[in-house]
């Protein structure tokens, strides 16, 4: 009898091992859709983003989108263009000091619930190599990807740690490859500048004050509020420190309250000696909401060295 019990435990546990041995915990590995190179827990996924726990990359941080075997579609809407751009003009590039990069593309979000990851290379005049940062989103603004670089002037760059100098222009390069259908290319190059201007800021060779938003009479604006679709008028006034001639180049910014730059022009002129002239763009809104207009003087659109502070002011249109 005992005998006969034993058998029965011994062919229980023989059954239930061979269960265990041919069940399957994860769906078995299928051949990946075209643009998709790992099958993590599932599905297929390109070999950039961390997803429970699987952390891959692209050389030049682009995404396609992740493809389940449910049979579901899961993509996003591809086709809209990246941004990118340092959160400030110039930083002082003290020694563990950070800057923070911002890069807007719907397009890199593949979870709306969970945290994605991009990767952006960036380099300073005194490291061409430059180094490697991190950018994630948050659920509440899946869209933005924002990581800081830490700067150093005593030590080699390493991961997220940058060397500079004083009076370097930093910069960060991303590569967009989920354009729109009518995009005259299948990539996209964005390229964000910012000034390191040492501890005592940027040299104040043209000052740039009294930024203001006019209609074209140049009357101001009550309460910085403007009707929708009227054109306005981003002046400032300029005024040169030095004695020297200087050439220069007057950039206007405007971004709404998420942070996304509606529109983006310049003008480039010459200060003489101790001149005070005044400098406008033009701009004609066609969507009401907050916005914030920034205005830059930098020696020319093609060298981003800062001539003055930049300047802000927050309207609205209604």
């Keep these: 009898m005992k005998t006969k019990f034993v058998l029965i435990i011994i062919i229980v546990v023989l059954v239930a091992m061979y269960f265990l041995m041919h069940a399957r915990i994860w769906p078995e590995p299928e051949p990946c859709d075209v643009g998709f190179e790992h099958y993590h827990f599932g599905f297929c996924s390109t ?7 699987a952390f891959a990359q692209t050389d030049d941080n682009s995404v396609v989108s ?19 751009y340092w959160l400030q003009a110039s930083y002082s590039g003290k020694e563990n000091s950070v800057a923070t990069l911002r890069v807007i593309d719907p397009d890199l979000v593949q979870f709306p619930d969970s945290v994605d990851f991009i990767r952006i290379h960036v380099h300073s005049d005194t490291d061409p190599l430059g180094t490697d940062i991190v950018l994630t989103n948050t659920p509440e603004n899946p869209g933005f990807f924002e990581g800081d670089v830490i700067f150093t002037h005593d030590f080699s760059s390493s991961r997220g740690v940058l060397l500079v100098s004083d009076g370097d222009t930093i910069s960060a390069k991303y590569v967009d490859t989920t354009l729109p259908d009518d995009a005259d290319s299948e990539t996209y190059e964005v ?35 403007i009707p929708l679709g009227h054109q306005v008028l981003f002046s400032a006034d300029l005024n040169a420190q030095t004695q020297d001639i200087h050439n220069f180049a007057y950039l206007v910014q405007v971004q709404d309250e998420k942070g996304r730059t509606m529109s ?55």
Excluded: C
């Design 191 to 225: 390229v964000a500048t910012a000034i390191i201007s040492g501890p005592r800021g940027p040299i104040e060779m043209v000052l740039a004050t009294s930024l203001r938003i006019e209609d074209l009479k140049q009357n101001r604006f009550s309460d910085n509020v």
């Design 66 to 84: 992740f493809a389940w075997e449910d049979g579901i579609d899961h993509k996003n809407t591809l086709g809209n263009i990246g941004e990118m």
């Design 264 to 318: 983006l022009s310049w003008l480039s002129g010459t200060i003489l000696p101790k001149q005070t002239i005044t400098t406008s763009q033009s701009w004609i809104p066609d969507l009401a909401g907050k916005y914030f207009v920034t205005v830059f003087v930098w020696e020319s659109v093609d060298n981003p060295t800062a001539l003055s502070p930049p300047l802000s002011v927050e309207f609205v249109v209604e």
């Design 47 to 53: 070999n950039l983003f961390s997803v429970s726990g």
